[in-house]
């Protein structure tokens, strides 16, 4: 049974930068779309980026621009580059990452707070 280990979160000023990390633990095959979402206070989890195997990728509007999502298919590993950092992107982030059955494993959240 696999799991997903988060890292990378953390305290930031406005402007900032931050790089999360998600490594796959164990036994996961197949894998398909790794992503990243993330979930405010009050407000529904959502998706910030997500890229498939082959390397396509997707991005919430709000962080076009400023987030990069990237992919090691030999050490799946994901990794979301966070530039120019807003109050707004404070959340707790989630790595997913979905399989071709469809079936999908969450991480354990990692804490990102933008504040001066």
């Known amino acids: 049974q696999g799991q997903l280990v988060e890292s990378g979160g953390g305290l930031v000023q406005p402007g900032g930068s931050l790089r999360l990390s998600c490594v796959v633990s164990g036994s996961m095959f197949s894998i398909t779309t790794m992503g990243w979402y993330r979930q405010a206070p009050g407000k529904q989890r959502e998706l910030v980026a997500a890229?498939?195997?082959?390397?396509?990728?997707n991005y919430a509007d709000s962080v076009k621009g400023r987030f990069t999502i990237s992919r090691d298919n030999a050490k799946n590993t994901v990794f979301l580059q966070m530039n120019t950092l807003k109050p707004e992107d404070t959340a707790v982030y989630y790595c997913n990452v979905r399989l071709l059955s469809n079936y999908m494993y969450w991480g354990q959240g990692t804490q990102v707070t933008v504040s001066s």
């Open positions: 890229i498939t195997s082959g390397g396509t990728r």
